[in-house]
């Protein structure tokens, strides 16, 4: 997530994007509080899967073998 700000214009840009809130995205990106199944959908959908649910909830979605 924090990476994908980065490149993205930061988390205000991205969350106006992706339609969350900036300081929620930030307490993500510090592992304070993590996305629902649904919201890790959405997120996915809207960044073109650039950050996949795998890396949101590798809890509910682990990477599929052979996958780097």
Known sequence: MKTY???HGGFPRVAATIGFN???LRQVAKGRRRFSAEAALIVEAKTNGLISRHDLRPDLWPKPEGAA
Do not use: G, N, Y
């Open 5 to 7: 700000a980065l490149k």
């Open 22 to 24: 900036a300081e929620f």
